[in-house]
């Protein structure tokens, strides 16, 4: 079993910068995969972002490209997702997801094995 849990979330005007953290624990496997999820109210859940075990891949969705950054820091199994610029439509629950392999070519739910409870992202214009 794998917990996760996400922190950082709040309040931020448009324009502004958010720093999401999400740390494991329990049996972590030695390759594992984190990715940030996000659901806006009456939305479907959207990937945002993933890195691979070593922090060398990452990959984003276009609408956080060139304005999230997500990295990792292994030894305190803690995933970080920067968030720059933000924009009201940035409005979400996020959620950090946990599987293990290779690579970060993950981009759907039910590639992920487990999940955190969420923090939640509010941008006001």
């Known amino acids: 079993q794998v917990h996760l849990i996400e922190s950082g979330g709040g309040l931020v005007q448009a324009g502004g910068s958010l720093r999401l953290s999400c740390v494991a624990s329990?049996?972590?496997?030695?390759?594992?995969?984190v990715a940030w999820f996000r659901q806006a109210p009456g939305k479907e859940r959207e990937f945002a972002a993933s890195?691979?075990?070593?922090?060398?891949?990452?990959f984003y969705s276009d609408s956080v490209k060139g304005r999230f950054t997500i990295s990792r820091d292994n030894d305190k199994n803690t995933v970080t997702l920067q968030m720059n610029s933000l924009k009201p439509e940035d409005t979400a629950i996020y959620y950090c997801?946990?599987?293990?392999?290779?690579?970060?070519?993950?981009?759907?739910?039910?590639?992920?094995?487990?999940w955190g409870q969420g923090t939640q992202v509010t941008v006001s214009s």
């Open positions: 997801a946990y599987r293990s392999g290779y690579g970060a070519k993950y981009f759907y739910q039910a590639e992920y094995t487990y």
């Open positions: 329990g049996r972590t496997h030695r390759n594992y995969v």
């Open positions: 890195i691979d075990w070593n922090g060398e891949s990452q």
